[in-house]
């Protein structure tokens, strides 16, 4: 490995804990890698939502994108780290419709779901996002929606298969 990649690689590592599936592709771009990386980070150590509500997002934006690796592992993390039903987990992929008893988890499903329609978020919708997660909330919201949507188009760009288990690098 390069010195550039392997410094990207131990950057991430750093940041992770571990160099998952789509940061070792990113390794081939190791400035891009620098800068995108801290993103994921933050989500894993600093966002204002809960495991459960990154989980229901990301298990959205990775339906609809169809990225057969992002959607294994999610439906895996969504389950037991993020505590999901699996059924509803199931749900958000496919993009069916569920439900959720929690009103906060709710919100970022239904917040999750209209901006990767892609639809316009009503009103109503913004204001029980605004009052349940406030301005910082929905911002993570979007930011994890793009980040994700940045996962599977790498992966789609690389055609990583569901079972990929090394990404060689």
Same mark, same amino acid.
């Given at each position: 490995?390069?010195?550039?990649?392997?410094?990207?690689?131990?950057?991430?590592?750093?940041?992770?804990?571990?160099?998952?599936?789509?940061?070792?592709?990113?390794?081939?771009?190791? *400035? !891009?890698?620098?800068?995108? #990386?801290?993103?994921?980070?933050?989500?894993? %150590?600093?966002?204002? /939502?809960?495991?459960? &509500?990154?989980?229901?997002?990301?298990?959205?934006?990775?339906?609809?994108?169809?990225?057969?690796?992002?959607?294994?592992?999610?439906?895996?993390?969504?389950?037991?780290?993020?505590?999901?039903?699996?059924?509803?987990?199931?749900?958000?992929?496919?993009?069916?419709?569920?439900?959720?008893?929690?009103?906060?988890?709710?919100?970022?499903?239904?917040?999750?779901? *209209? !901006?990767?329609?892609?639809? #316009?978020?009503?009103?109503?919708?913004?204001? %029980?996002?605004?009052? /349940?997660?406030?301005? &910082?909330?929905?911002?993570?919201?979007?930011?994890?929606?793009?980040?994700?949507?940045?996962?599977?188009?790498?992966?789609?760009?690389?055609?990583?298969?569901?079972?990929?288990?090394?990404?060689?690098?």
């Amino acid at each position: 490995m390069p010195p550039e990649m392997r410094g990207a690689y131990e950057f991430t590592r750093e940041l992770r804990g571990l160099v998952p599936g789509p940061h070792k592709i990113w390794l081939a771009n190791p *400035a !891009l890698a620098k800068t995108i #990386v801290p993103t994921g980070a933050y989500f894993q %150590r600093d966002s204002t /939502l809960t495991k459960a &509500e990154i989980e229901i997002a990301t298990n959205v934006v990775n339906g609809r994108w169809c990225s057969p690796y992002a959607n294994y592992e999610h439906e895996i993390i969504g389950e037991h780290a993020g505590q999901l039903d699996r059924r509803r987990v199931q749900a958000l992929i496919a993009g069916l419709p569920t439900s959720f008893d929690d009103p906060r988890q709710q919100a970022v499903y239904e917040l999750a779901s *209209a !901006l990767v329609a892609p639809r #316009v978020v009503p009103m109503g919708l913004y204001r %029980r996002a605004k009052e /349940l997660l406030g301005d &910082e909330g929905i911002v993570d919201v979007a930011v994890l929606l793009g980040w994700f949507t940045m996962v599977c188009l790498t992966l789609a760009a690389f055609d990583v298969p569901a079972n990929a288990v090394g990404l060689d690098q």
